[in-house]
């Protein structure tokens, strides 16, 4: 379906990664918003507390992100699509409730800017070390979606399709943004709202006596009802059964967890999005995503400028981990090169998704700036030799 | 020979293919559920506009057993849950039901400030004085010298008065009962349906596996017996001087009864101030579905 007019702020303007980001989720038809007060990602939500109340929504500041992170999820189950917005210890503070998100089946969207870590770190200043706590945070088997936007106008583009993915698969949507994409400014050009492709719930039609809270029509995704309508149905963080009935049985688990991997596995060519400039047999490929990609852009020039064959592939699906188009540039690269603001993460998923076909350099940063191009570009010719 | 139609009234409240129940014998719990769908029959409430939101542990296990849409959410996060779900849909009636260990430790710091904010909520505390699911270790509502299987040799911790805590941070409608005031209780079920904001019915309840066997304080009727001889009736009490023992008097009754505007109220009067015409109100939109 299109998306609402009301919530779409068409035009060109002049935003900052957390107001596009803000702009985004208002296109995509969130409507509610619960949050706490944390640098750098606050001015997504005060932007929304300003908009959505003439738009016809709700923004509440929790006193915890513990809080934050729930309520949002009543919110959804009340019939809203909902969001939070959190960085480092936010985030730290939210991983039970992804989980709850993710095995109760909860559409939303949790959006991360992140900075410098472990614990308060560096408050105002980036990194990307949230990685793997975004896949792997919360306890117990179970997938997510996290997208990676590097840029303002990817803010707002990437934060509808987040929305859409959380809807389409019902599943926690990780929006990986990070302290200097969501600060810096650049031009944002918002379409119509009969241009933007939004993705309804996916509601029941079925009568009362026909519905099965979960269960599902063959693509594993169960329909969903709201509170209020008399469904009478009933949510548990436990494991359950088709009727959403804790059900605690080895059987139960094994279908149930299976169930919330696979909807995801199975998709995971729809799911994937990924910028690439490879052209044949390069003798490395730069693997980034975030604002390193646009550092490694330019140290991609200068290795091109010396006559080095390099390729570009830019990650903005990072989980599920696009591993398949890793195992193909395996096959006719000789080496990957892995610049991230953190001493290790992403990288070790391309080290195994090559599997040994193609060498893989790290380029690490523990964060608080950007790489130097110059860094980045020392390793590519190290890896191209 | 007559048979006799015996279906319990409760019955149509209950998923009864889920039972029989995880409740010992003896406890209290499904004495309150019984209170509460009789609070529902007498209320003639819309079933439909109802949802119950539970946290976790022997309490939080309600909300799989009543027939109405029933969240059963993480530790402590019941009330949280609550407020999203009440603020995206303002026509439900949105219950919280869970117990002490759930809703005044782990989720203490919500249940402060949804009472503060005035959300519009029915909180049912079951307090067993013990955090009994996981084997009866001391909570902060447990009475001084208790034996739990965390304080073996006695608690020493100042435990917590719920009553004069939820009214110190903004409740309208504050209640205590035991399980053996079931007539009282549901009353007072039905009255907090009709208060708007933040209510809070505290039941006395007993855990004679855990709580009372340790104590020696007998068993499920003994508690009875105990609720019986030393509850004290005292509408309007201060909640100041409600404070439990052990063994001590157990003072009852409906404590407070006032009237503050709700978070929505509050809401809306300040938007509509602010933007005036501008201001659209949330129920109009909220619905995402096609």
């Given at each position: 379906m299109k998306a609402d007019p009301r919530?779409?702020?068409?035009?060109?303007?002049?935003?900052?990664?957390?107001?596009?980001?803000?702009?985004?989720?208002?296109?995509?038809?969130?409507?509610?918003?619960?949050?706490?007060p944390i640098t750098p990602s606050t001015e997504v939500v005060e932007r929304f507390a300003s908009r959505v109340p003439k738009v016809g929504g709700?923004?509440?500041?929790?006193?915890?992100?513990?809080?934050?992170s729930i309520t949002l999820q009543g919110a959804v189950w009340g019939g809203a699509k909902a969001f939070t917005v959190t960085s480092g210890p936010g985030f730290s503070l939210?991983?039970?409730?992804?989980?709850?998100?993710?095995?109760?089946?909860?559409?939303?969207?949790?959006?991360?800017?992140?900075?410098?870590?472990?614990?308060?770190g560096l408050p105002t200043l980036p990194a990307q070390a949230d990685m793997m706590q975004a896949r792997w945070g919360s306890h117990g088997d179970y997938e997510i979606i996290a997208l990676c936007p590097n840029s303002p106008q990817e803010c707002f583009d990437l934060t509808i399709q987040a929305f859409n993915f959380s809807e389409e698969f019902r599943v926690p949507?990780?929006?990986?943004?990070?302290?200097?994409?969501?600060?810096?400014?650049?031009?944002?050009?918002?379409?119509?709202?009969?241009?933007?492709?939004?993705?309804?719930?996916?509601?029941?039609r079925k009568a009362v006596e026909d519905y099965l809270p979960y269960g599902t029509n063959g693509d594993g995704v169960p329909e969903m009802a709201h509170a209020g309508e008399g469904y009478k149905f009933h949510v548990t963080g436990l494991t359950h059964d088709e009727h959403g009935y804790p059900n605690m049985t080895p059987a139960t688990q094994d279908k149930l967890v299976r169930r919330l991997q696979n909807k995801i596995h199975d998709a995971i060519d729809r799911i994937t999005l990924l910028e690439e400039e490879c052209f044949d047999s390069e003798d490395v490929v730069?693997?980034?995503?975030?604002?390193?990609?646009?550092v490694a852009q330019r140290a991609i020039e200068m290795a091109r400028e010396r006559g080095l064959k390099v390729g570009k592939l830019r990650l903005i699906t990072c989980w599920p981990f696009p591993e398949k188009r890793i195992r193909e540039l395996a096959a006719t690269t000789k080496a990957f090169v892995v610049p991230e603001l953190n001493l290790g993460q992403m990288v070790r998923e391309v080290e195994r998704a090559a599997n040994g076909k193609a060498r893989t350099f790290a380029v690490p940063h523990a964060g608080g700036s950007v790489h130097r191009p110059e860094d980045i570009l020392k390793v590519i010719v190290e890896a191209s030799r | 020979m007559t048979i006799l139609d015996v279906t319990n009234p409760v019955e149509p409240f209950l998923r009864t293919d889920r039972m029989p129940h995880i409740w010992c014998p003896g406890c209290g719990i499904g004495t309150t559920v019984n209170c509460f769908a009789r609070a529902l029959i007498e209320s003639k409430?819309?079933?439909?506009?109802?949802?119950?939101?539970?946290?976790?542990?022997?309490?939080?296990?309600?909300a799989g057993y009543v027939k109405l849409d029933s969240f059963h959410t993480t530790h402590g996060r019941a009330i949280p849950f609550a407020t999203g779900l009440k603020l995206a849909n303002p026509k439900l009636n949105v219950i919280v039901y869970s117990g002490d260990g759930d809703l005044s430790a782990i989720g203490g710091n919500h249940l402060i400030h949804a009472a503060r904010r005035n959300i519009d909520l029915k909180v049912i505390c079951v307090n067993n004085l013990i955090y009994a699911m996981t084997g009866g270790q001391t909570a902060p509502t447990t009475p001084g010298h208790a034996i739990t299987s965390t304080s073996p040799?006695?608690?020493?911790?100042?435990?917590?008065?719920?009553?004069?805590?939820?009214?110190?941070?903004?409740?309208?409608y504050v209640a205590r009962w035991t399980t053996f005031h079931v007539k009282q209780l549901a009353r007072s079920i039905g009255e907090a349906f009709q208060k708007k904001g933040f209510s809070f019915i505290e039941v006395i309840s007993p855990c004679p596996t855990l709580y009372q066997r340790r104590n020696k304080l007998g068993d499920g009727l003994d508690t009875m017996k105990y609720y019986k001889e030393k509850s004290k009736v005292?509408?309007?009490?201060?909640?100041?001087?409600?404070?439990?023992t052990m063994t001590g008097e157990i003072i009852v009754g409906k404590f407070v009864d006032r009237d503050r505007p709700d978070y929505q109220s509050l809401l809306h009067a300040q938007m509509v101030e602010s933007l005036g015409e501008s201001y659209v109100e949330p129920s109009e939109t909220v619905c995402s579905c096609s």
């Open positions: 919530g779409v702020l068409t035009g060109t303007h002049f935003l900052d990664g957390d107001h596009a980001c803000c702009e985004g989720a208002l296109a995509a038809g969130a409507r509610f918003a619960a949050g706490y709700t923004f509440i500041q929790m006193e915890d992100e513990l809080a934050a939210m991983m039970e409730h992804i989980g709850y998100a993710a095995m109760t089946e909860t559409p939303c969207v949790f959006v991360d800017v992140q900075r410098g870590g472990p614990s308060t949507v990780m929006f990986m943004m990070d302290e200097v994409v969501g600060h810096m400014t650049e031009k944002v050009i918002i379409p119509p709202a009969d241009q933007i492709e939004v993705v309804p719930r996916r509601h029941t730069v693997v980034s995503y975030g604002i390193t990609s646009r | 409430i819309d079933l439909q506009s109802l949802a119950l939101v539970s946290g976790i542990g022997c309490t939080g296990r309600v040799y006695g608690t020493c911790e100042p435990a917590f008065n719920l009553p004069h805590l939820v009214e110190a941070a903004g409740a309208v005292k509408h309007g009490a201060p909640t100041s001087e409600v404070g439990l």
